[in-house]
């Protein structure tokens, strides 16, 4: 049995990733950033749930003061941010690189004395830093920040692995399910594959990365080769 960490796992990819590791017979540990939501999903799922806003770095460490033993840590919290240079906002800005950035490095600070030399840590990032788009200025930068961290991190903490995985359009997920036919036929067309990416490919990505003892410093691409078109 595994101890396994999932902060931002109360929804999407973060829960699935969760249940899967419940699934497994792990003893699992999800954050979300409210308490109830974050209680009541992992007793959904027989997790164990705590509260923690990755935006607010100082209170992280009390937050996580109940875990105990850390093998594996999954960085899934994320924020959606549309946000524009012409109409640029400071304070939804400042949000997200402290969520990414700061959240998730203090994160790793807090958690390293319960991690041992096997231990492996997953950051999620995301494709707009290959593919950006209008209002993703911030997005994009925090992402690509994602690999700068994730490489200096598995120096940091070597022999513990650090690893970052950049999904791209999660069909299935709930933020890409209920947009129009035709917008995700468009983005499916533009893939060598044909297909998109599903919650299914990432959380076995995410699992791939936390257990092969050889990949170590990586970017993992999860988006069906659609960066290549």
């Known amino acids: 049995m595994s101890g396994v960490v999932v902060v931002g796992?109360?929804?999407?990819?973060?829960?699935?990733?969760?249940?899967?590791r419940v699934e497994r017979g792990d003893d699992v540990v999800l954050t979300g950033r409210d308490a109830h939501r974050a209680g009541t999903r992992a007793k959904e799922i027989g997790a164990r749930g705590l509260a923690l806003?990755?935006?607010r770095p100082q209170e992280i460490a009390p937050a996580l003061a109940g875990v105990e033993h850390v093998d594996h840590l999954v960085l899934a919290g994320i924020s959606r941010d549309r946000n524009t240079v012409t109409e640029y906002d400071v304070e939804a800005a400042l949000h997200l690189v402290t969520l990414k950035l700061v959240g998730y490095t203090e994160v790793v600070h807090t958690l390293l004395p319960r991690m041992t030399e096997e231990s492996a840590v997953v950051v999620f990032g995301g494709q707009a830093k290959e593919r950006p788009y209008p209002g993703a200025t911030t997005v994009a930068t925090v992402n690509a920040g994602v690999t700068g961290l994730v490489r200096t991190l598995a120096l940091e903490l070597a022999p513990i692995r650090v690893n970052a995985v950049h999904p791209g359009i999660v069909g299935d997920s709930p933020f890409w399910a209920d947009?129009?036919?035709?917008?995700?036929?468009?983005?499916?067309?533009?893939?060598?594959?044909?297909?998109?990416?599903?919650?299914?490919?990432?959380?076995?990505?995410?699992?791939?990365?936390?257990?092969?003892?050889?990949?170590?410093?990586?970017?993992?691409?999860?988006?069906g080769g659609w960066t290549l078109r």
């Open 9 to 20: 796992g109360t929804a999407g990819i973060g829960l699935a990733i969760a249940r899967a």
């Open 53 to 55: 806003d990755l935006s």
């Open 179 to 223: 947009k129009p036919a035709d917008m995700l036929e468009g983005y499916r067309a533009q893939t060598p594959t044909g297909r998109l990416a599903r919650m299914r490919d990432v959380v076995d990505a995410v699992d791939f990365l936390l257990r092969n003892t050889a990949v170590n410093g990586v970017d993992l691409a999860v988006d």
